[in-house]
């Protein structure tokens, strides 16, 4: 198909059923489709439509066009009326759309996709959604529960960029800076590793949500995390973001931790950087909005291993924007890519050696109205079910992770930062 048309015309039906105690067992375990926050969680399985572009490199817009056609022609029954209820998609997009030499066969693109069957639940209500596109009747009822398969752990290793070699980039990247090219830019570096053939990824999702609940834990085609930073929201009209820049790793102590977040709190060097992001998110979100308020300061996001400084961003919707119309005004932002994005962009090309795929591009879902929930896909590592790692045996994946780098970036410090951003994903793949 291209994406001058629908995929198919979508039937939809969604009732409401009493909450199950655990809805992982719903997902796919090879592949699992899951997005999930403080208790509130959606888990797709199967493919009912996909999006399949034409264009070489298709983006958030191309998406968001395809989906309002297919929404157009779908015949919707959704008395729950919950956020996530009734036609829903899930995607995951790239950081950087355009061509790169880096990628190869194996670099994932743009993943944009209805499922045949989504259970959800937010607070204490649950519901079944199933989705047809061939034109028969779809019958909401609970797919078959499939049980956890045994526990397993990753093998990881170096990636293309060693903590020396990141460290040398992070030197480029403050010459550039200095040199008056431009004033921030945000530097990853990867991890490799391998799973067994068969491994249950539904368990990498438990391990990642129970331990990190106020972040958002996702899983999509292949990609898994769990993300503290919101990209986007849309609810009724209503626009939310959350801006994270600026990072420390939590104390051993009591004492410790306070003298960290006080350390934060008060650094220029991150007030800085938190600040290029503020303004990216601001200026991106303008035109889409009205009564559009930030933060006058930064407050300190406490999470399990790190403090990040944080602003939370909140307007109305000016016109009818849907929430992958403001991903593709927001994304990059600069606390992902840097100031001037244009320039932070093409500056992450020449100094990484590797492609980012999906990790820090948008990741989340759409409903039929426009709402929807998107994060910056962070803390996460992209698995590739079906393929095997040089042993002929095992799943590969890759693990990132980056550090906004300034004029007075130090880089062993911000590969430091790099280490304590890595553990959330390597400890729950331990």
């Known amino acids: 198909m291209n994406d001058s048309a629908p995929a198919a015309r979508l039937r939809v039906v969604t009732r409401e059923i009493e909450a199950p105690d655990e809805l992982l067992v719903f997902a796919d375990p090879h592949d699992p489709t899951v997005w999930s926050r403080r208790g509130d969680i959606l888990v797709g399985r199967g493919t009912a439509a996909a999006f399949d572009s034409a264009e070489a490199n298709p983006g958030p817009r191309e998406a968001a066009d395809w989906w309002r056609r297919t929404v157009a022609v779908a015949e919707i029954d959704d008395p729950v009326g919950l956020p996530g209820s009734g036609l829903v998609a899930f995607g995951a997009l790239p950081f950087d759309p355009r061509p790169d030499d880096r990628a190869d066969a194996s670099t994932p693109g743009l993943h944009f996709a209805v499922p045949r069957v989504i259970v959800g639940r937010r607070g204490s209500r649950a519901w079944v959604t199933s989705i047809t596109a061939d034109g028969s009747d779809p019958t909401a009822a609970l797919p078959a529960t499939i049980g956890f398969g045994p526990h397993w752990s990753a093998t990881t290793g170096p990636g293309a960029l060693t903590p020396d070699g990141y460290q040398e980039i992070v030197r480029a990247g403050v010459d550039a800076i200095t040199g008056g090219n431009l004033q921030k830019v945000v530097l990853a570096r990867d991890l490799a590793g391998t799973v067994p053939p068969h491994a249950d990824l539904r368990r990498l999702v438990r391990a990642l949500s129970s331990a990190y609940p106020d972040t958002w834990a996702f899983a999509v085609d292949g990609l898994i995390g769990a993300s503290p930073e919101t990209l986007v929201t849309v609810s009724g009209g209503t626009v939310t973001a959350r801006v994270l820049a600026g990072t420390i790793a939590r104390g051993a102590d009591a004492d410790a931790d306070t003298a ?171």
């Not at 998110?281 to 300061?297: I, M, W």
């Not at 992902?336 to 093409?346: F, H, I, M």
Request: hydrophobic share 45%.
């Open 260 to 430: 960290a977040s006080l350390s934060l709190a008060t650094s220029t060097k991150d007030l800085d950087e938190h600040g290029y992001a503020v303004r990216s998110v601001l200026d991106a979100l303008r035109p889409s909005t009205s009564s559009l308020v930030a933060g006058e300061q930064p407050f300190m996001l406490k999470l399990p291993n790190v403090w990040h400084l944080a602003t939370d961003v909140e307007g109305e919707l000016a016109g009818d924007a849907s929430a992958l119309d403001l991903v593709a005004v927001l994304h990059p932002t600069a606390a992902v890519a840097g100031t001037p994005t244009p320039t932070a962009l093409d500056e992450i090309r020449r100094l990484e050696p590797f492609s980012r795929g999906r990790y820090a591009g948008p990741v989340g879902w759409i409903d039929a109205h426009g709402d929807g929930e998107w994060a910056i896909a962070l803390r996460c590592a992209q698995f590739r079910p079906g393929d095997r790692a040089d042993d002929g045996v095992s799943m590969p994946f890759t693990a990132y992770a980056g550090a906004g780098i300034v004029g007075a970036s130090d880089p062993e410090s911000e590969m430091l930062e790099t280490r304590v951003k890595f553990r959330p994903i390597i400890d729950a793949l331990a």
